[in-house]
T-cell receptor, first 119, second 109 residues
């Protein structure tokens, strides 16, 4: 079945540094990828929708300059948290829609998630 | 934009039934249901497309009323393994996918 790989699964970084999280679709072309953030005991909040070859569409309240999203190929999207601070510590998860299935309502596949801790 | 789920939390004894509701303020193409265990990625349960579809497998089923922009997930004869947080996911015309507020389900022996 379709697989989305997310890396790293856990990362600890120092305050003020940047960290990159990768999301890869392993056996399908992902024309659309989604990035979410989840705080403990809360829902997954959509940060941005990323379409291959174009700029990501950010949700209201999400800082574009802080959370850089790049979807340069049909199998890879990256989220870079720039100048990270402790309040950025969270669970980040990506998902991808199979580009071969153009109709809405098709399965969206999730990565395993990345735990970011900023110290 | 975020769909609202009810109830927020429910505790069941093994074998009891539960219904989780998901309501959106936006017109929907589809509704997806997921279960998430602590610290893990959501696990896909099922998709429902507009058209008043109802789906199910084994003891978990769901319905989608596109006119009301609502979906319900039905869990029958619950098992301990059903414990987790359930999220609906909604797909709208803007190619966006939002998760609901979540429902914590605990099944006790």
């Amino acid at each position: 079945g379709a697989v989305v790989s997310q890396h790293p699964s856990r990362v600890i970084c120092k305050s003020g540094t940047s960290v990159k999280i990768e999301c890869r679709s392993l056996d399908f072309q992902a024309t659309t990828m989604f990035w979410y953030r989840q705080f403990p005991k809360q829902s997954l909040m959509l940060m941005a929708t990323s379409n291959e070859g174009s700029k990501a569409t950010y949700e209201q309240g999400v800082e574009k300059d802080k959370f850089l999203i790049n979807h340069a190929s049909l199998t890879l999207s990256t989220l870079t948290v720039t100048s990270a601070h402790p309040e950025d510590s969270s669970f980040y998860i990506c998902s991808a829609r199979d580009g071969r299935q153009t109709a809405p309502g098709n399965t969206i596949y999730f990565g395993e998630g990345s735990w970011l801790t900023v110290v | 934009q975020q769909p609202v789920q009810s109830p927020q939390a429910v505790i069941l004894r093994e074998g009891e039934d539960a219904v989780i509701n998901c309501s959106s303020s936006k017109a929907l193409y589809s509704v997806h249901w997921y279960r998430q265990k602590h610290g893990e990625a959501p696990v896909f349960l099922m998709i429902l497309l507009k058209g008043g579809e109802q789906k199910g497998h084994e003891k978990i089923s769901a319905s989608f009323n596109e006119k009301k922009q609502q979906s319900s997930l039905y869990l029958t004869a619950s098992q301990l393994s059903y414990s987790g947080t359930y999220f609906c996911g909604t797909e709208n015309t803007g190619n966006q996918f939002y998760f609901g507020t979540g429902t914590s389900l605990t099944v006790i022996p």
